[in-house]
T-cell receptor, first 114, second 114 residues
Framework: DAGVTQTPRHEVAEKGQTIILKCEPV?????LFWYRQTKIQGLELLSY????????DGGAFKDRFKAEMLNSSFSTLKIQPTEPKDSAVYLC????????????FGPGTRLTVL | GDSVTQTEGPVTVSESESLIINCTYS????????LFWYVRYPGEGLQLLLK?????QKGSSRGFEATYNKETTSFHLQKASVQESDSAVYYC???????????FGDGTQLVVKP
């Protein structure tokens, strides 16, 4: 089975641009997570979906971050407008609903905002 | 609230030395906490190293061990003799909610010198 796929692997944006990151979860997984990973803050949850329904929406990120589950096998994370402080690695993870809480992570997208 | 605190990195040890990375948790809203160690090797995605769902039990993988201690609310990661290939970032994590939500610690970078 293919693991979690994320595209692009690297993204460079100018301040104020809109960027869209993409994620394909493991086939058959019900839950999908978006995280932001930085050296200072560690892993911060941005959004959590279960079967396409939004379960959690990271409070601090509601303003310019919007995640969507377009179908059970595809999700996007839109950042609009981007700011230099958004520079980080964005991780997508998925898990089975009754999978003992184990999350499977994608390779991440490294975003640099100039 | 719920949180995870772990040893601040980087932690540098020489090959064949022993290692301990401390992890303590606070689980005020979880009846039965599940504890995890995830690892991110250079150039790879975040992956599960080991997990323990029952207090008092020990988990092990790749020579690493961690014991779930409910009395001290700790889940320290240990290895008797590290190898250069163990160089990575290690994350302690807390789960056990009604959904698959996991709280991650800030990560500890381990550098093993040859």
């Amino acid at each position: 089975d293919a693991g979690v796929t994320q595209t692009p692997r690297h993204e460079v944006a100018e301040k104020g641009q809109t960027i869209i990151l993409k994620c394909e979860p493991v086939s058959g997984h019900n839950d999908l997570f978006w995280y932001r990973q930085t050296k200072i803050q560690g892993l911060e949850l941005l959004s959590y979906f279960r079967s396409k329904s939004l379960m959690e929406d990271g409070g601090a990120f509601k303003d310019r971050f919007k995640a969507e589950m377009l179908n059970s096998s595809f999700s996007t994370l839109k950042i609009q407008p981007t700011e230099p402080k958004d520079s980080a690695v964005y991780l997508c993870a998925s898990s089975l609903r009754w999978g003992g809480y184990e999350q499977y992570f994608g390779p991440g997208t490294r975003l640099t905002v100039l | 609230g719920d949180s995870v605190t772990q040893t601040e990195g980087p932690v540098t040890v020489s090959e064949s030395e022993s290692l301990i990375i401390n992890c303590t948790y606070s689980a005020t809203s979880i009846a039965y906490p599940n504890l995890f160690w995830y690892v991110r090797y250079p150039g790879e995605g975040l992956q599960l190293l080991l997990k323990v769902i029952t207090a008092g039990q020990k988990g092990s993988s790749r020579g690493f061990e961690a014991t779930y201690n409910k009395e001290t609310t700790s889940f320290h990661l240990q290895k008797a003799s590290v190898q250069e290939s163990d160089s990575a970032v290690y994350y302690c994590a807390l789960g056990g909610y009604s959904n698959n939500r996991i709280f991650f610690g800030d990560g500890t970078q381990l550098v093993v010198k040859p």
